[in-house]
């Protein structure tokens, strides 16, 4: 079992900065691959950044390719979005997300963290 908390949302203008954490709970966090995902009102959910369970490899969504990176640290249960040069677009609540051991199924999630960004 996983516990995901998300934290960093908030409101920031386009062009800006923020980082979004997510503290993860349990003893096999190296052993999931972690995910941030997306969903502005009305629209469905988008998977935005996935990152493999040693760091060394990460997907991308088309969206946010060369803006966000997505980032892991296996020793401290974190996993983190470093989202730059934001546009409104970006407006959703973000949620941070871990897969079934073995499996590349998202099966645990986070509350979400607002994140909205004023044009």
């Known amino acids: 079992q996983v516990q995901l908390v998300e934290s960093g949302g908030g409101l920031v203008q386009a062009g800006g900065s923020l980082r979004l954490s997510c503290a993860a709970s349990?003893?096999?966090?190296?052993?999931?691959?972690m995910g941030w995902f997306r969903q502005a009102p009305g629209k469905e959910r988008e998977h935005v950044a996935r990152?493999?369970?040693?760091?060394?490899?990460?997907y991308y969504a088309d969206s946010v390719k060369g803006r966000f990176t997505i980032s892991r640290d296996n020793a401290k249960n974190m996993v983190y979005l470093q989202m730059n040069s934001l546009k409104p677009e970006d407006t959703a609540v973000y949620y941070c997300?871990?897969?079934?051991?073995?499996?590349?199924?998202?099966?645990?999630w986070g509350q979400g963290t607002q994140v909205t960004v004023s044009s």
């Open positions: 997300a871990a897969t079934r051991l073995g499996s590349a199924e998202y099966v645990y």
């Open positions: 349990g003893r096999t966090f190296s052993s999931h691959i």
């Open positions: 990152v493999s369970l040693s760091g060394s490899m990460t």
